[in-house]
């Protein structure tokens, strides 16, 4: 059965610091998804990682994929308060259609 | 495009009561999923479909059914509400380019069952 971590869950940072968001995984996959939500909204794709040593960036956030390690980051750096959401990881399961998601990590950015 | 459209955005049931939430999707896309959103817990999948037609069961399905007649609707009937089943719903479209399954979300249904 596939299970996603993520960690920390909760995550309380000062603006213009740097901080790093893992996502392990237990089964061989290739395909790993970033999401954001931001309270009471709905899902926002961030990044789509496909293969060993992907890596994707947008402003302030990067994301890389270790398949061997079965191991994402994503990577904040010189945090804003806008960055202030729920991240979530997400990766296939069985088949490419049913993600099994991680707990998600909730960012707080405080100025 | 409207993307992909749930209603309704909130309700309120009486244990034992049954309702179907709606979901649409205007982007042609075959794969369509349902989740639920818990806290803590990220999202969970419930049924999912892979064509009109085809339906299947996800990682929490029970007390949930679902049928897939057009490849635009994708509606998941509550048939007997429970408490537990209070949580907010998410409806999702995919389709498969290279092997890429990215998934676009509604924006939710937040049910809560007396």
């Not at chain 1, 740097?18 to 931001?38: G, K």
């Not at chain 2, 429970?82 to 498969?96: E, I, K, L, M």
């Amino acid at each position: 059965e596939l299970k996603v971590e993520q960690n920390p869950l909760f995550l309380s940072m000062q603006e213009g610091k740097n901080y790093t968001i893992y996502c392990n995984y237990s089964t061989t996959s290739d395909r790993l998804y970033w999401y954001r939500q931001d309270p009471g909204k709905s899902l926002e794709s961030l990044f789509v990682l496909l293969s060993n040593g992907a890596v994707k960036q947008e402003g302030r956030l990067m994301a890389s994929l270790d398949t061997k390690a079965r191991l994402s980051t994503l990577h904040i750096t010189a945090a804003v308060h806008d960055l202030s959401a729920t991240y979530f990881c997400a990766v296939d399961g069985e088949y490419g259609n049913k993600l099994v998601f991680g707990a998600g990590t909730i960012l707080r950015v405080k100025s | 495009n409207a993307g992909v459209t749930q209603t309704p955005k909130f309700q309120v049931l009486k244990t034992g009561q049954s309702m179907t939430l709606q979901c649409a999707q205007d982007m042609n896309h075959e794969y369509m999923s349902w989740y639920r959103q818990d806290p803590g817990m990220g999202l969970r999948l419930i049924h999912y479909s892979v064509g009109a037609g085809i339906t299947d069961q996800g990682e929490v399905p029970n007390g949930y059914n679902v049928s897939r007649s057009t490849t635009e609707d994708f509606p998941l009937r509550l048939l007997s509400a429970a408490p537990s089943q209070t949580s907010v719903y998410f409806c999702a479209s995919s389709y498969s380019a290279s092997g890429i399954f990215e998934q676009f979300f509604g924006p939710g249904t937040r049910l809560t069952v007396l």
